[in-house]
């Protein structure tokens, strides 16, 4: 007599809403995180009105930028313990403070707000969305993660052609200032899906290799929360000599850079290892290298509707490339990168040029980055560290961008020639990263592939498979 076969049991309604309404959730916190970040390029030239406002207002960034992480370090250690409602709850709250006070900032206590706000409301939205995932089946992960991941590389150049046409010498423009109606939906929706997760979510299950993490986790985030105070203890003393203050800045960077390359060999597992020098390399690099590219071209409004919808066709495009793409997304898509850093160092002037350079580095660039994050699995603590380091480079990255363009060309890019000198140094140095992690990647990808084929298979005995050798995981859970 034949076994009977296991039927699944059916998902309650609310659980169901629950799965459905995640990716959606995830996206929109994706947006609204990267909105509350501040805009390097407004930054850049509104340096002059900022340091009236506070002369300090660097070291409240560097505050700003360590609350983030450690906001993010603590939603994703505790994310088996209290689950992804309270951060996503608690970020989106602080997202309407923030940006509501940056709409027009005219005194320090605000500005300070405002930064110490949104730092709180980039790492609580980020890393809730990742704690996201532990509570949901492989395929809804799958499409929440990649969600998530999406609009992280798209969302720059967009700021940028919002902002662009802003006057300089005000800070109302530090922030984007999307329509109070708009923010109060995405709000609501949010804060509405947080307070239903908490409700019937499933008990998360701690891991039980999470100790086997923990050398690589904390040094991730010594090291992120090290360069974010030094950038807080700079930004707090003006009074240092510039002969000192340029080396240090350049030193600094250096170091950390350096710093978070060597914590690579710490991660335990290849496919972990290969996700975090992707992740890192794409989220360091590219947002500021897009948004001079876009910055430097102007804002012509009447093209710059249909730009946009082109930059939006870009990363639709590069989220189906590394939603079914295999690991080779990562090495190749770095080796395009390179490419499009070639073209984006000419910074064209013409919006259609730009697009030509800036297009190509949106889609490879968000291959990369959703192919990264879907190879180290949904929920386990590969996929915590991932989500760390996402955090640690989109903030640092843009913290670090500015100074370190102050310190190789000797002044802070407000407009013409600086912007375009600006512009081709961070174009430089995506060149430079990419094609280094290009090489990693590829070194990283062809080891796994070795190690996958070394495996013994004996009669009757399935073979191990190595995570992230096979391509994504495809559930079979959907309904």
Not at 16 to 34: F, G, M, N
Not at 279 to 285: E, I, R, T
Request: charged fraction near 10%.
């Amino acid at each position: 007599m034949a076994e009977a076969q296991a039927v699944p049991a059916p998902v309650d309604p609310v659980e169901r809403t629950r799965r459905w309404l995640a990716p959606p959730v995830a996206l929109l916190a994706s947006v609204l995180a990267a909105t509350c970040m501040l805009n390097v390029v407004a930054v850049a030239r509104w340096t002059t009105a900022l340091t009236e406002l506070d002369a300090h207002f660097v070291g409240w960034v560097g505050v700003g930028a360590l609350g983030a992480v450690a906001t993010a370090a603590v939603a994703l250690a505790s994310g088996d313990r209290v689950g992804s409602g309270p951060f996503l709850s608690l970020g989106a709250v602080a997202a309407v403070f923030g940006l509501s006070l940056g709409h027009h900032v005219s005194g320090s206590a605000e500005l300070t707000a405002v930064i110490l706000v949104c730092g709180l409301s980039v790492g609580a939205l980020l890393a809730g969305a990742v704690a996201v995932v532990s509570t949901l089946p492989a395929a809804w992960a799958a499409l929440t993660l990649t969600a998530w991941a999406g609009p992280l590389v798209v969302v720059w150049p967009l700021l940028a052609t919002a902002l662009a046409g802003r006057a300089a010498g005000s800070v109302s423009g530090l922030l984007a200032h999307p329509q109070t109606s708009l923010l109060a939906v995405v709000a609501v929706l949010i804060v509405s899906w947080s307070l239903l997760t908490m409700l019937v979510e499933p008990v998360p299950v701690p891991d039980p290799t999470w100790a086997s993490w923990q050398a690589s986790w904390w040094a991730l985030l010594l090291l992120a929360s090290g360069a974010a105070l030094v950038t807080a203890v700079l930004g707090f003393s003006p009074q240092l000599s510039l002969v000192w203050l340029r080396p240090i800045v350049v030193t600094a960077t250096a170091a950390v850079v350096a710093g978070w390359m060597l914590t690579a060999k710490l991660v335990p597992e290849s496919s972990a290892r290969l996700s975090y020098i992707a992740v890192s390399a794409v989220s360091w690099v590219v947002p500021a290298t897009a948004m001079f590219a876009v910055s430097v071209a102007g804002a012509d409004k009447g093209v710059a509707g249909t730009i946009t919808v082109l930059f939006l066709v870009a990363a639709v495009c590069g989220v189906a490339i590394g939603y079914r793409g295999s690991t080779a997304v990562i090495p190749v898509g770095f080796a395009l990168m390179v490419v499009a850093g070639c073209g984006i160092w000419v910074m064209p002037t013409g919006q259609w040029v730009m697009l030509a350079s800036v297009g190509p580095l949106v889609v490879v660039g968000t291959a990369v980055l959703v192919s990264a994050v879907r190879i180290v699995g949904y929920g386990g603590p590969a996929s915590r560290l991932v989500g760390l380091a996402i955090v640690g480079s989109l903030v640092l990255g843009q913290v670090v961008a500015i100074p370190l363009d102050w310190a190789m060309l000797g002044d802070v890019p407000s407009s013409g020639r600086e912007m375009i000198a600006s512009g081709r140094l961070d174009a430089g140095l995506t060149v430079a990263v990419a094609s280094l992690a290009a090489s990693w990647t590829w070194v990283v990808r062809r080891r796994l592939q070795r190690a996958a084929m070394r495996v013994p298979r004996w009669p009757g005995v399935a073979a191990p498979q190595v995570v992230g050798t096979d391509g994504p995981v495809v559930g079979t859970d959907l309904p």
